[in-house]
């Protein structure tokens, strides 16, 4: 009888408190002994289902000796476990309403278990959970065991019922400025329902130190509450993203009440079949009958939306789908049915908990899974896409990354090109190549460019920026730079530098965006676009030496913007951007700048160059 670990071989190296443990036993036990015998952990009983295991285990920083024991056998593991300090962590914050009462939803049985200290509890827990389930996922793709690391203090550690004091995940706790009524206000005649990431950001801000540098927060509501008249959940968000030095995933707690606070609970929690109380707690999305698809949902929910946090986008499948409605079979080898009955998962049954393709690679460079050892991509501005007979050219700051190719709402196709190094290529399109790119799908085909340093660019739509990418008589097109999303009414614009006897200057209208510009003709003649009326204006002389650099900073529209002449003089930047890396559209080999074109909306929210 013997008693084997199938994802990982002694003597390993790991950067994660606890790791997932997934091995079989040749005998017919229902369960394992795990001895930790040079830990203060205590030892554990682990489940056997159809031969296969799996432990969640905690390890001591240094040298750990599992002892994996059955009935007739039993086997020795060495691990190490040296945690990276190298690497941002990923910060844990719950706010807190100004007149709160510290508790959160419950059901009837559970009255006792709503307290302040056991939401930190829970949501250090399931912290270090996405942390294990990361670096499993990151083996899995071939990238070594990386994961995102946690601000630890020495305090209580409440990871086990011992509450040893050890270094653990500190969970930062916000005073809101605002009261729970506030928090909870919905939209009516007379109130409106609250921006919750606006609040998240400047809650995060007026706090100050972490927050006030470049920073990763899964941050939580304490106050959240089901209203079961409304059928929804007051003071509750699910949505991940950034702005400015700030990236922030957040979530309400309205799902902590099926949440483990320490490994002792874990196996009870997401094997626990108590049925929802709709008069009490929330059914998330209609997909949380029972407690363990509670915490299912709930944990794996916030997950994703710390996935966004992360750079991560919606993929066909996984934990930035909605695949975390299985997440507890990362975990577990049993389960519960609807109808109660018990049965074995194996790893091919994990279904939509995984991290997709297109997420592993994303998660390859971040900074934030870094290990020691990883060379630092350089910083820079988004990948400007150009046309060229071929097809593409793509001129990046840093290597390539992927190539992510979706035809109406999903992702159809990832090439991967981080092994090639190359920052600038040509893509090679054709109608061969576009048609099976489609593979019959009908909607537009959209093409994002994702560098190692976390850049992108994108072009919603491949086939018509093919179409429209050549102005006869004039040249081509590149792609633009900036998301065209400052809403208002939507108008394009195009700047022949050779037109009514040439372009004489650009006036720029700008203060923190580009509000709008003014080009005026040698023949004296004006092209106003968008509003002329705003900001500062800047003043760029553009007929005495060509323009070879177009430096453009921007997000859902344009923050600012330097032009670069080929007699090396600069306009000096005009407009924001704040400490955002530019994207250069330049002039290639052999080629001209001889003209910009763009839109904008109640912004300039897109610009591009013409060339030939």
């Known amino acids: 009888m013997t008693i084997t670990i199938l994802n990982m071989k002694s003597g390993e190296r790991v950067q994660q408190r606890l790791i997932i443990v997934y091995g079989s036993v040749s005998s017919n036990s229902d369960h394992l002994s795990l001895l930790l015998p040079n830990s203060s952990y205590s030892s554990q009983k682990i489940i056997v289902s159809n031969s296969l295991f799996k432990a969640l285990v905690p ?39 100004a007149d709160s009462e510290e508790t959160f939803d ?12 056991i939401a930190i509890a829970r949501l250090r827990m399931q912290g270090y959970l996405w942390q294990a389930f990361t670096a499993e996922q990151m083996y899995r793709h071939g990238f070594e065991r990386r994961t995102f690391r946690f601000e630890e203090d020495f305090q209580p550690d409440t990871i086990t019922i011992k509450k040893e004091l050890r270094q653990t995940a500190r969970v930062t706790l916000i005073r809101s400025s605002l009261t729970v009524a506030e928090l909870r206000e919905w939209n009516s005649p007379t109130t409106k329902r609250p921006d919750y990431f606006d609040i998240w950001l400047k809650e995060l801000t007026a706090h100050g130190a972490p927050f006030d540098s470049p920073c990763y927060v899964a941050g939580m509501f304490l106050d959240s509450h089901y209203d079961s008249a409304l059928g929804d959940t007051r003071c509750h968000c699910a949505l991940g993203g950034g702005a400015g030095n700030i990236r ?22 997401l094997l626990d079949m108590t049925p929802n ?7 998330d ?3 949380c009958g029972t407690s363990y698809k509670a915490w299912c949902v709930g944990s794996g929910a916030f997950l994703h939306e710390v996935g966004h946090s992360l750079t991560l986008t919606h993929t066909p499948s996984g934990i930035m789908s ?21 049965s074995g998962i194996t790893p091919e049954m994990e279904d939509g908990a995984h991290w997709h393709r297109a997420d592993a690679l994303r998660l390859r460079f971040h900074p934030c899974l870094a290990l020691p050892g990883d060379v630092v991509a350089p910083k820079g501005g988004d990948p400007v896409m150009s046309r060229v007979a071929e097809g593409l050219f793509v001129n990046a700051s840093a290597v390539i990354n992927m190539l992510e190719w979706s035809v109406g709402d999903g ?11 190359c920052a600038s290529r040509v893509i090679e399109l054709n109608p061969e190549i576009l048609r099976k790119i489609r593979g019959g799908r009908s909607g537009d085909i959209r093409l994002t460019i994702t560098c190692v340093n976390q850049t992108n660019g994108d072009i919603d739509n491949v086939e018509q920026f093919l179409a429209d990418s050549y102005i006869p008589g004039l040249g081509f097109k590149s792609a633009l730079v900036g998301q065209r999303r400052s809403g208002g009414p939507r108008k394009k614009f195009q700047i022949n530098f050779s037109s009514n006897g040439g372009l004489k200057y650009i006036k720029f209208f700008a203060d923190v965006y580009l509000h709008g510009m003014q080009c005026i003709f040698n023949n004296g003649s004006t092209l106003n ?7 500062n204006i800047y003043s760029v002389e553009m007929g005495s030496t060509p323009l070879v650099q177009l430096a453009i900073k921007a997000g859902w529209w344009i923050d600012g913007c330097e032009l670069i002449f080929k007699n090396g003089l600069r306009s000096g930047w005009i407009g924001g951007g704040g400490n955002r890396t530019p994207a250069i559209l330049e002039e290639r080999s052999g080629h001209d700048i001889v003209g910009i074109y763009g839109e904008h909306g109640d912004f300039i929210d897109g610009i591009g160059i013409i060339y030939k």
């Open 59 to 97: 390890l001591e920083t240094g040298w750990n000796t599992l002892i994996f024991v059955d009935a007739n056998s039993e086997s020795t593991f060495l691990i190490e476990y040296l945690p990276n300090f190298k690497a941002p962590p990923l910060h844990l914050a719950i706010l807190i309403g």
């Open 106 to 117: 419950v059901p009837a049985h559970k009255e006792d278990q709503n307290t302040l200290e």
């Open 248 to 269: 922030l995933g957040i979530f309400g707690s309205h799902t902590v009440h099926a949440w483990p606070g320490n490994l002792e609970e874990l196996a009870g929690c």
């Open 277 to 283: 109380d709709p008069s009490r707690t929330a059914n």
């Open 285 to 287: 999305n209609g997909e």
């Open 322 to 342: 909605r695949g975390f409605n299985h997440f507890n079979r990362s975990f577990m080898v049993i389960e519960y049915s609807d109808n109660g009955t018990l």
């Open 411 to 421: 992702l159809v196709r990832v090439d991967e090109l981080w092994g090639t190094r």
């Open 529 to 535: 676009i968008n509003h002329t009326d705003r900001g």
